[in-house]
């Protein structure tokens, strides 16, 4: 129920939230359009992209032999985490030097762009909608979203990016003829026979692309689907609050937003942290999997 003069209704509240930041003042043409970007996102990303480098250089560069500190403990917890998971699923140790360190990098950045759900909501929309309106704009078209993995465009980003390493370590290990008869032998095998081997061929074919996309794009939208969930819980939380404040009994709600609030960030850390984890284990499950022959 709207409350009239005093500001947005929750429905209203809500799609401002959720709209971008874009390069188009317009709708997308369609489902899929490559010219429409969310600039929020990908500022965001690039710059917790960066700060994730730069921490895990930081650890390196500080790194001891004598007793580590806090710091150094846990960046070599992180390290050596993750490098038991990739040893465990890829036993090439030439691919390891490039897909561990890579494997910790993706997750301590999605965990980084994880995180922005944890700022107060209206935090940094209220600072970028002070800018906008300070450079003669419109202060109600100031959108800005801030957690990038609640973005299905930087999700499927990353789950691609994945997939092109399954690619190029396929051919790699198994080269590319290696690879090729994998793609029409897998799973249901081949014949001798002609007349048997190429429909067989087609069908193995189709249920490879088909294993590939079905990954990639349930990889992205796993991470996608949980962040943009969580992000909805904070903003209906953050409701509760606004109506506890401006109705007359609201002291009950009021609480309801506080307890409500504590317990939904407090299990949300374990959300962000698992989300990020589930990310960087398919990612290493997905890379084994090149390395092995069908």
Known sequence: MAIEGVGPTPGEYIKHHLTHLTNHGDKQSGIVDFSYLNLDSIVVAALLGLLSV?????????????????????????????????????????????????ALTVFVWIFMMNFMDMLPLDLLPKLWEGVYAAQGHDPHHAFLRVV????????????????????????????????????????????????????????????????????????????????????????????????ATLSLGGGLLFVGHLVAGTVWTLFHILVITLQAFIFMMLALIYLGQAHDAH
């Open 54 to 102: 730069f921490v895990l250089w930081l650890g390196a560069r500080k790194a001891t032999a004598g007793v580590p500190g806090r710091f150094q403990a846990a960046i070599e917890i992180l390290v050596e985490m993750v490098e038991n998971q990739a040893k465990g699923l890829i036993h090439n140790e030439q691919s390891r030097k490039l897909v561990s360190p890579l």
């Open 148 to 243: 990038p993995t609640a973005d299905l465009s930087t999700t499927l980003g990353l789950s691609v990016s994945v997939l092109l390493m399954c690619l190029f370590y396929n051919v790699k290990i198994k080269g590319l003829g290696g690879w090729s008869h994998e793609l029409v032998s897998a799973p249901f095998g081949t014949s001798k026979n002609p007349l048997f081997a190429i429909p067989l061929g087609l069908v193995n074919f189709l249920m490879q692309m088909i294993e590939f996309l079905a990954k990639t794009v349930s990889h992205g939208m796993r991470l996608f689907g949980n962040m943009f969930a969580g992000e909805l819980v904070f903003m209906l939380i953050a409701l509760l609050g606004g109506y």
